[in-house]
């Protein structure tokens, strides 16, 4: 059984910079992909941004592109998310989703919630205007 756990969040002001982080609670284990999705208070989750292992292969979604930028380590089954010039709008709860199983044709909807199979309890993220 897999459990991520997701850490690092908290209350920054607008303009601020913060890093969450997702590791595994007890061992390591493999995945093609790695993501960060975020849900709002009354609104629908979201991808936020994701990593393929293979090619080391990054997306993002358009809101973040050019302020956030994932990254990990597969050894130690981690991912991180950089989140800088933070926006009042980027406040919501952010997940980290693992998937754990090869896709035939090693094609990944890497946006879809529905591609992951593990999922971490979330970590809050407030940013105040």
């Known amino acids: 059984q897999v459990q991520l756990v997701e850490s690092g969040g908290g209350l920054v002001q607008a303009g601020d910079s913060l890093r969450v982080s997702c590791a595994p609670s007890?061992?390591?284990?493999?995945?093609?992909?790695m993501g960060w999705f975020r849900q709002a208070p009354g609104k629908e989750r979201e991808f936020v941004a994701a990593?393929?292992?293979?090619?080391?292969?990054?997306d993002y979604a358009d809101s973040v592109k050019g302020r956030f930028t994932i990254s990990g380590d597969n050894a130690k089954s981690t991912v991180y998310l950089q989140m800088n010039s933070l926006k009042h709008e980027d406040t919501a709860v952010y997940y980290c989703?693992?998937?754990?199983?090869?896709?035939?044709?090693?094609?990944?909807?890497?946006?879809?919630?529905?591609?992951?199979?593990?999922w971490g309890q979330g970590t809050q993220v407030t940013v105040s205007s």
């Open positions: 007890g061992r390591t284990f493999s995945s093609y992909v």
């Open positions: 990593l393929s292992w293979s090619g080391a292969d990054t």
């Open positions: 989703a693992a998937r754990t199983t090869c896709s035939s044709g090693g094609y990944y909807q890497k946006e879809s919630i529905t591609e992951y199979n593990y």
